[in-house]
């Protein structure tokens, strides 16, 4: 079993950054899937960036060479580096990791962007 918490989010102007950061309670060496997702108030959840031990990563056009996924297994924790932040940004953000037959997600971290 892995639990997953996030942390970093918070309220931020329109063109600042955050880093978000996932940390998972067992080793993630061996995750075979990593992505962060966000859901806005009345809006379904959507995948925002994902990476895989052996694939590149891949991103939602409307965060591209905004945000960045990074993953340190040394400190087992996943990354979400949020540049240009705008206000439609603005979400609850999740992480999830898939691993062997487990699909775990973390509680979520809210982000506000101001205009």
């Known amino acids: 079993q892995v639990q997953l918490v996030e942390s970093g989010g918070g309220l931020v102007q329109a063109g600042g950054s955050l880093r978000l950061s996932c940390a998972a309670s067992?080793?993630?060496?061996?995750?075979?899937?990593m992505g962060w997702y966000r859901q806005a108030p009345g809006r379904q959840r959507e995948l925002v960036a994902s990476?895989?031990?052996?694939?590149?990563?891949n991103y939602a056009d409307s965060v591209k060479d905004r945000f960045t996924i990074s993953r340190d297994n040394a400190k087992n924790t996943i990354y979400l580096q949020m540049n240009s932040l705008k206000p439609e940004d603005t979400a609850v953000y999740y992480c999830?990791?898939?691993?062997?037959?487990?699909?775990?997600w973390g509680q979520g971290t809210q982000v506000t962007v101001s205009s």
């Open positions: 990476m895989t031990n052996y694939g590149p990563t």
């Open positions: 999830r990791i898939v691993q062997g037959v487990g699909n775990y």
């Open positions: 067992g080793n993630i060496f061996s995750t075979a899937f």
